[in-house]
């Protein structure tokens, strides 16, 4: 709430706006980096993006958090405008325009990025609208984003908290992510752009150690070549540099802002190089010190804008070789940076905390599951608040605890979860995979249904429609018995959902009432159903942890208890009523049944 209240501040400055030193102030220059507008209010945003003469400024945070807002300054007009805000609050994420849309994917859903997003947007600048795209196939942020053979590509980050090595393209025409060539080393908080038809990706933090992603930066240079999907060194940095911004202008590649050095300094300046040359020369310095930086095409040159050097709130934007008006950048809106600074980090997670990630087990050839979380419908249903997170996470432990192989594993999330992927994958893929004597896990997160005549319950797939559950919904009858027909020696259902239709992971047909009688489904032998809560209760989301309260404990359980499922549940279902109790006021009892019992 106090975010949104922030949002709704900053959105009431913009509209109609424009500031007072708008008008030059002193002629325009071809030196140096120079001011050339002012933001209404300070922000901390890493995703800026010019299209058509209007440049973009998504989200960012405040001190309460990440934002919605979005915000645009017309070039021509001098003029800022409110536009139609992101679907999801969201920051640490980069903006990439392609074919008259811009691309957003990935990003911090917290200050502390304690959970990453998945989620990836495209948005509409002449319709003013947004339209999801398929989830990233994991949650990362600060990854570097570029446009690349008319595919959005999204380079490294941070994701299962250290950084990373892959490589995913979004092609528009298919709606579908692909995996290009890994990074030859582990990259986050690099800059990158096209230059002279192959995608330089520059510095960078390169540390594997969860949540110490930046304890190593890069002086490297990776060149990709798209025409034969492969990487390549280029000339390297005179220092090594994260935090930077990239862009190409003149014929020459562009890099300023940043942290740079083992000492960590903090104004970098800025660095550039020709076609073809092998050495870097050194750039004029920027008027203040960027951390987070940005930068795009303005006025014939190039724009800049980034949080200052502590991750605080800038309201300037700088140009080089623009034919911009220059304006009097005054004083700074928060101190500025001592010169060395240590660069800002996520929160180190305790080692209880289930996004601490546990290490990784030995693979078990034998062991298959089936993850899914719906937080977003077609439908115009309440979101199942975390839920897509809660399968990322729970596919990870899967992978990492229970030693289910990728090949193995099938996660499911949004518009890749509708009623024909159920089918899919319980009536088929697990079907023509699982041999007498394997295991099998499936779990779900999302919103569960009553069908109110008969009170049977249901899953509810993407594009599911409660008043016609029969149709649209997935039984859980249904569930149960394709399961029980694999010849599986276990077969294992969590469930973080609800079918009480009272709230919580729970939705119901418009107009009838809540707390239907659920008729329970019979469990067949040889599966164990974990669920979230009991008959006629609801589940809650654990929004201070930005899990499902299940989930969350159940991760913690099957990290503590090394992937003993019955100790697991023995250690979430107190922790999981306490909780409940003491801080929603609601009974939640975790049920383990057994079939044939």
Not at 40 to 53: F, I
Not at 393 to 407: D, I, N, S, W
């Amino acid at each position: 709430m106090r975010a949104a209240s922030a949002a709704a501040v900053f959105a009431a400055l913009l509209i109609g706006a424009v500031p007072s030193d708008a008008a030059p102030l002193r002629p325009a220059s071809s030196g140096g980096w120079r001011a050339v507008m002012r933001l209404p209010s300070p922000l901390v945003t890493k995703a800026v993006a010019e299209q058509d003469g209007t440049l973009y400024f998504f989200s960012g945070a405040y001190s309460e958090g990440p934002t919605k807002a979005v915000t645009a300054y017309d070039l021509a007009a001098r003029r800022w405008s409110q536009r139609a805000p992101m679907p999801q609050s969201l920051y640490n994420q980069d903006a990439v325009p392609l074919g008259g849309l811009i691309y957003l994917a990935g990003g911090c859903v917290r200050s502390d990025c304690a959970s990453p997003s998945g989620d990836a947007y495209a948005y509409d600048p002449k319709a003013d609208s947004w339209a999801p795209l398929p989830s990233l196939p994991e949650p990362v942020f600060d990854a570097a984003g570029a446009a690349i053979d008319g595919r959005f590509v999204v380079v490294g980050g941070v994701a299962r908290g250290a950084a990373s090595r892959r490589v995913y393209a979004y092609a528009p025409d298919k709606r579908a992510w692909s995996r290009l060539a890994d990074l030859p080393a582990p990259r986050s908080h690099a800059a990158g752009a096209m230059f002279e038809g192959r995608y330089f990706l520059t510095g960078g933090c390169m540390s594997e150690a969860p949540g110490r992603y930046c304890d190593a930066i890069s002086d490297a240079v990776f060149v990709y070549d798209p025409k034969a999907d492969a990487w390549s060194s280029g000339p390297s940095l005179p220092r090594a540099l994260h935090g930077h911004g990239a862009a190409v202008s003149g014929g020459r590649l562009v890099l300023a802002g940043g942290i740079c050095g083992a000492a960590r300094v903090s104004d970098c300046g800025s660095f550039m190089i020709s076609g073809g040359a092998k050495r870097w020369e050194r750039g004029p310095n920027l008027l203040r010190a960027r951390f987070g930086a940005r930068m795009f095409p303005l006025a014939g040159g190039l724009g800049l804008f980034g949080p200052n050097a502590t991750n605080n709130p800038e309201d300037i934007v700088e140009a080089l070789w623009s034919s911009a008006p220059s304006i009097d950048p005054g004083a700074q809106p928060f101190p500025a940076a001592p010169r060395t600074v240590r660069p800002p980090e996520a929160k180190l997670f305790n080692a209880d905390d289930p996004e601490n990630l546990p290490s990784a087990a030995a693979p078990r050839p034998r062991a298959h599951a089936v993850v899914i979380g719906v937080e977003r419908y077609r439908q115009s249903l309440p979101r199942a608040t975390f839920a897509s997170n809660d399968a990322k996470l729970t596919a990870e432990y899967f992978r990492r605890v229970l030693g289910v192989p990728e090949e193995n594993l099938a996660v499911l999330h949004d518009d890749l979860a509708t009623k024909s992927d159920f089918e899919k994958h319980f009536e088929r893929w697990l079907p023509n995979r699982v041999e007498k004597g394997d295991e099998v896990f499936v779990y779900f997160s999302g919103h569960g249904a009553p069908e109110a005549k008969k009170g049977e319950a249901y899953l509810v797939p993407f594009d599911a429609d409660p008043a016609y559950l029969e149709q649209t919904g997935y039984p859980l009858r249904t569930l149960y018995a394709q399961l029980a027909k694999l010849p599986a020696r276990r077969v294992v259902v969590i469930l973080d959902s609800c079918f009480s239709g009272a709230g919580g992971r729970s939705v119901i047909a418009e107009g009838v009432r809540p707390l239907v009688n659920v008729v329970d489904a019979d469990i067949p032998p040889g599966l164990i159903v974990m669920s979230a809560s009991a008959e006629n209760q609801i589940s809650n989301s654990y929004r201070e942890k930005g899990h499902g309260l299940f989930t969350y404990f159940f991760l913690k359980g099957l990290k503590e208890k090394r992937g003993d499922l019955r100790a697991a549940f023995d250690y979430l279902k107190p922790q999981v009523s306490r909780v409940a109790r003491r801080q929603f006021n609601s009974d939640q009892e975790p049920q383990w049944r057994s079939g044939g019992r």
